[in-house]
């Protein structure tokens, strides 16, 4: 593993215990790259560094609520102990979706907290240590949903158009310090996302649309990661825009 494309590259990823970061997790592992891995749940992060080490990787879990500042900091001490970060992918994220009369406003603030301020304090942390190092790249996981809104999901719509946003206007102030953004947009990904939805007929809403399609998989959206990360470093991938095929 550690003669991959990434070798000797230390990676840092938020929300790899389930879903599209477990998966860039294995990607980026299988890949060469000393990967910390970042998320709530210990049992899944201690067995997801369990897989990477059996197949001669290296991980390191990092239990953090990336909407705690204080932690996020604590994270980043952490994963530098690696070495340095030279990728970051900020991927931790919640989709809450509500009409916006019936909407509970602790969806919204969760939804604000974790998957706009979480990345910001996060890419924040970081950026001194890849100063520091000369470089790195930092990829953040926006949607389909920061480029069109629907109706039913308008919080969750402003947090990943705030991704977007937040991502170009980050690659504008640190290009110049050799750090590269990429921000990627999937459509529908089968994952634990919809699990967590609160309000009782949206998440009918999305499980019916999701049963008529065939979604995407985590490892499609790793490889949109890792497609970022190994190119030359002249080459800086601004964004990803992928979908289902049967998604419009
Ligand atoms: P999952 O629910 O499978 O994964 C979400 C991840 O985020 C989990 O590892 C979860 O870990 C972590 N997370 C949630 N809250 C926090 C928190 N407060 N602190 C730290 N980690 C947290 O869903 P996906 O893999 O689909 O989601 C990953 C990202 O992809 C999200 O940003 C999502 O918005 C985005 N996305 C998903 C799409 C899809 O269709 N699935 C489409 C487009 C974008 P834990 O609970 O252990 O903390």
Not at 39 to 52: D, M, P, S
Not at 154 to 163: F, H, L, P, W
Not at 189 to 216: F, G, H
């Amino acid at each position: 593993m550690a003669e991959g494309k990434l070798a000797q590259k230390v990676a840092l990823v938020t929300g790899a215990s389930s879903g599209i970061g477990e998966a860039t997790a294995i990607a980026l592992a299988s890949t060469g790259a000393k990967v910390a891995l970042a998320a709530r749940r210990t049992q899944r992060l201690k067995k997801l560094v369990k897989r990477i080490s059996e197949s001669g990787g290296q991980a390191m879990p990092i239990v953090t609520d990336v909407a705690d500042e204080t932690q996020v900091r604590e994270m980043v001490n952490k994963a530098a102990g690696l070495g340095n970060i030279d990728i970051l992918v900020n991927n931790a994220g919640v989709m809450l979706p509500a009409p916006i009369e019936q909407a509970n406003t602790e969806d919204w603030r969760r939804m604000i907290d974790i998957n706009v301020l979480g990345l910001m304090y996060v890419t924040q942390a970081v950026l001194p240590l890849m100063k520091k190092q000369g470089g790195g790249h930092i990829v953040n996981i926006s949607s389909t949903a920061g480029r069109e809104t629907r109706s039913g999901f308008a919080a969750y719509d402003v947090t990943k158009y705030g991704v977007v946003a937040f991502s170009d206007a980050l690659r504008k102030e640190v290009h110049k310090d050799n750090i590269r953004v990429t921000c990627i947009e999937p459509g529908a990904v089968s994952t634990q996302l919809v699990d967590r939805i609160t309000n009782v007929e949206a998440k009918a809403a999305a499980e019916q649309y999701l049963d008529i399609i065939t979604m995407l998989e985590g490892e499609d959206i790793a490889a949109a990661v890792l497609y970022a990360v190994t190119q030359h470093p002249r080459v800086q991938v601004n964004e990803i825009l992928i979908r289902p095929t049967m998604e419009v």
